[in-house]
């Protein structure tokens, strides 16, 4: 019985672990996130929401995210008609069925009673051991699809003021965008700050082979990718933090965002 109650104690200790980990990747997410105009809604294997943006609760017709965080998804905000549907569609996903649902619309009920309809982009997280253990979407109202273009020009001028170096490659890894922070470390390390429509491999030799297996999962499999690099450039070896995020054009993979925090402080002001 001991024993129980040990292993019982640890797999709540790895729980709490994860969610703080989860918390805090979401927090580096915040100044994106707050701008973000859709739902974004994590649930765990039992569908019980465990993060939604506050965007999200007041499409739902909530005043604070907190009204619904800890509550059952399909119970709170699935129509009564749509559950057992949209149930089945979450157990395949948590099956690691995500080929099939990665994109997926469905209507969902505010807290008025009142039906929106959503299209969804859907991701799957993982424990250490390989296990699905939550899962994580983000949607916009189908009627706002002509919004999308002007929240992407939002963003773009948000990202200007971000203190990440922030670049966006197409499918061909040519360079479409770059914020300030990536221009100007660019410079610092005497590297081309003149980049748009050139192939990011070109233009950083030094990249390895890794990376680029790395963007063809994001590209392939639309799943998010974080990673820790180190390099060593101008006699610094400069280590940061990556995150590669897939931007979609219906159920297609078009363009890569990439986040890049710096570790090593040496290119800070």
Known sequence: MEEEVKKLKNIILFKDIEIKKLKEELENFKNIVSYFPGIIVILNRYGIIEYINENGAKILGYYSKDELTGENWFDRCIPEDMRDNLKFVFNKIMEGHI???????????????????????????????????????????????????????RLIRIFDFLPEAIHIIDRDYKIIYCNNTFRKW????????????????????????????????????????????????????????????????????????????????????
């Open 99 to 153: 080929e099939e649902y990665s994109y997926y619309e469905n209507p969902v009920e505010t807290k008025y009673k009142t039906l929106k309809f959503i299209g969804w982009r859907n991701f799957y997280l993982k424990d250490e051991k390989g296990n699905i253990i939550k899962t994580i979407s983000y949607g916009m109202e189908i009627i706002q699809k002509d919004l999308i273009k002007e929240t992407e020009k």
């Open 186 to 269: 660019n410079k610092i390390l005497g590297f081309e700050t003149e980049i748009i429509d050139k192939k990011i491999f070109d233009v950083f030799i030094f990249l390895s082979e890794k990376v680029k297996e790395e963007y063809e999962i994001v590209f392939n499999k639309g799943e998010i990718l974080i990673t820790k690099e180190k390099n060593l450039i101008k006699d610094m070896e400069i280590e940061t933090e990556t995150r590669k995020i897939p931007i979609f054009e219906k159920d297609k993979v078009i363009h890569v965002i990439t986040l890049i925090r710096e570790i090593t402080n040496f290119l800070s002001d």
